[in-house]
């Protein structure tokens, strides 16, 4: 037991930093009016590069299949992975393979990438996807290492772009988050639940609660991201077969999520919501409120450990004190008592004294002379 909750401690003091620069790194989607125009990546670098004619000509484009790549000198071998990795994994799960020419711009810096994503992209985001435009923003290698595996992020943004070529707006926000996720293979967002205070107080969100968690911040959006992500792999379980396809196609032809599911799994968005929430409380609920209770025990150590220390030092002193005080009053004692028993001793030894003068005739106290009559 102490072990594990050790273990739990070490859980939640050390790997909670690289669970929330997991959670900052990743990227979100803005969807644009469904009325915007088509992707053109000649019109499209235009727009992006439209500064100073230098920045026109410092940037390339690189094209293979239907991915287009913008890019800075400095950020040229990113660009080329980013190429490559788009191409060879260019299916995502419970979807048809995807037909519509992307965009990945980038950027060479924050401030380009805040220009380029636009007011509506969040603050902790990695990267930016417009589905309505097929156009992924990405920072580039200039960014800071909590920005992450910009190869997992990407595949994060292309599986947002390949759910709405297919789905549209229909998608809730929780679910759009949720699969990207999955399709990514963001299993380290998971950590962020084992070691969540809120989880261990307030339980698992409904559904409805989880979609507004989306838009209150960094921290309530790193919780979001996880409860998304366990939300669509439990929804996935539910067909161990077919996984995702006949849901999301269901979903596609009746933009009814409440029908899709009951399609699909047999089962009712009430059933499927308290379902998932009861499997993430089993799975994490205990775990968030052990690693908790280990770090309150830690911060407890650290902050009381020196009063604690001072306490038993004066309690050690005071009690070296009482014992030096116990020694010499039991040595007054034995002092008293010896004296005592040689003054007893000396009496006795007088009081024989004086019978032994009264035996052999010697003189007594009272001048007379003893017989040994007086014996008899």
């Known amino acids: 037991m102490v072990r594990a909750v050790a273990r739990a401690a070490l859980v939640a003091v050390f790997l909670q930093p690289v669970v929330s620069s997991v959670a900052a790194a990743q990227a979100d989607v803005v969807r644009a009016p469904s009325s915007a125009r088509p992707l053109d990546a000649d019109l499209l670098e235009s727009e992006m590069l439209g500064g100073a004619g230098a920045t026109r000509t410092a940037a390339t484009v690189t094209r293979a299949g239907r991915f287009s790549v913008i890019a800075f000198p400095r950020d040229r071998k990113l660009a080329d992975n980013v190429l490559r990795a788009a191409q060879l994994n260019d299916s995502f799960p419970g979807l048809p393979r995807p037909e519509a020419r992307v965009l990945i711009a980038i950027a060479p810096d924050n401030e380009r990438f805040r220009a380029w994503a636009g007011p509506s992209a969040p603050e902790w985001g990695a990267a930016v996807a417009f589905p309505a435009l097929q156009r992924i923003i990405m920072q580039g290698s200039n960014s800071g290492s909590d920005a992450g595996d910009p190869l997992v992020t ?112 047999g089962v009712t968005s009430d059933g499927f919501e308290k379902q998932w929430q009861k499997q993430t409380r089993r799975r994490y609920g205990a775990l968030a409120l052990l690693a908790n209770l280990s770090v309150a025990l830690v911060l407890f150590s650290v902050i009381l450990g020196p009063l604690i220390y001072q306490r038993r030092k004066r309690d050690r002193a005071r009690l070296e004190a009482m014992r030096r005080a116990d020694v010499v009053q039991e040595r007054a004692e034995r002092d008293s008592m010896l004296a005592a028993m040689l003054a007893v001793s000396a009496t006795a030894r007088a009081f024989a004294a004086m019978n032994n003068s009264d035996a052999t005739g010697e003189p007594r106290s009272d001048g007379t002379i003893a017989t040994e009559r007086d014996s008899q």
């Open 154 to 265: 990407l595949r994060h943004e292309l599986a947002h772009l390949a759910l709405h070529e297919v789905m549209g707006d229909v998608p809730t926000r929780w679910f759009d988050e949720g699969y990207a996720s999955v399709a990514a293979g963001e299993w380290g967002r998971e950590e962020a639940l084992a070691a969540s205070i809120g989880l261990a107080i307030r339980g698992v969100p409904s559904l409805e609660e989880l979609e507004l968690m989306f838009y209150r911040g960094a921290s309530d959006a790193q919780m979001a991201y996880a409860l998304a992500h366990r939300a669509v792999a439990d929804l996935a379980l539910l067909d161990q077969n077919r996984g995702l396809s006949l849901f999301l196609s269901t979903w596609q032809s009746s933009a009814s999520f409440e029908l899709a599911l009951r399609q699909a799994y």
